[in-house]
Nanobody, 124 residues
Framework: VQLQASGGGLVQPGGSLTLSCEAS????????IGWFRQAPGKEREGVSC????????VYADSVRGRFTISRDDAKNTVYLHMNSLKPEDTAVYYC??????????????????WGQGTQVTVSS
């Protein structure tokens, strides 16, 4: 499966962005999907992950209440809706498929296929 992340950009603090992760080569409906981010000099961290069938999701404490993950299997796409953005949300955001059946842990080491990343910059 190939993943294409898009939707990043420059936004002012308090603003909103929606990231998209579109898959090709395979249907996403059987995969749990995660969004991760990596800021310069920091490790890649899990932002949010969503299960394959029931739509349940988990969030990092730093984004809970501000970000929402969703999926549209008919469009083979997973979204990350980001509101009330803060400068500390600045990072390259990646989407990935989960491979070990522990998607609720939302760990980068459990992911196998990765998109190329999209830059999100929150700055005034």
């Amino acid at each position: 499966v190939q993943l294409q992340a898009s939707g990043g950009g420059l936004v002012q603090p308090g603003g909103s962005l929606t990231l998209s992760c579109e898959a090709s080569g395979s249907s996403l409906e059987y995969y749990a999907i995660g969004w991760f981010r990596q800021a310069p000099g920091k490790e890649r961290e899990g932002v949010s992950c969503i299960g394959a069938s029931d739509g349940n999701a988990v969030y990092a404490d730093s984004v809970r209440g501000r970000f929402t993950i969703s999926r549209d299997d008919a469009k083979n796409t997973v979204y990350l809706h980001m509101n009330s953005l803060k400068p500390e949300d600045t990072a390259v955001y990646y989407c990935a498929t989960e491979s070990v059946g522990l998607w609720m842990l939302c760990k980068a080491t459990h992911m196998n296929y990765w998109g190329q990343g999209t830059q999100v910059t929150v700055s005034s």
